[in-house]
């Protein structure tokens, strides 16, 4: 069993950075790939970036190329997504989530709101 608790989230202009953190109980959480989703009103849950258990493989999907950064630090049981250059398409309710699989996964934090004005 994982928790997950995500923070960071807020309101930010366009082209403006936030840092998410997701912070996992549970001592498997270094075996888990960790994954950030994001949906936003009216629309499909999406994966935004995923990292495996070492942090040695990334995929992002095309529309945070560039701009997003997922990391992790095992030791502190904590998953991050750095976000850059943010516009008002970002605006969604982001979430942390453990073992993805496709728009799944085994475990999900609560979500925190990011919110992008033009």
């Known amino acids: 069993q994982v928790q997950l608790v995500e923070s960071g989230g807020g309101l930010v202009q366009a082209g403006g950075s936030l840092r998410l953190s997701c912070a996992a109980s549970?001592?498997?959480?270094?075996?888990?790939?960790m994954g950030w989703f994001r949906q936003a009103p009216g629309k499909e849950r999406e994966s935004v970036a995923r990292?495996?258990?070492?942090?040695?493989?990334?995929r992002y999907a095309d529309s945070v190329k560039g701009r997003f950064t997922i990391s992790r630090d095992n030791a502190k049981n904590t998953v991050y997504l750095q976000m850059n250059s943010l516009e008002p398409e970002d605006t969604a309710v982001y979430y942390c989530?453990?073992?993805?699989?496709?728009?799944?996964?085994?475990?999900w934090g609560q979500g925190t709101q990011v919110t992008v004005s033009s």
């Open positions: 989530a453990a073992n993805p699989n496709g728009r799944d996964a085994d475990y």
């Open positions: 549970g001592r498997t959480f270094s075996t888990y790939t």
């Open positions: 990292i495996t258990w070492n942090g040695g493989v990334t």
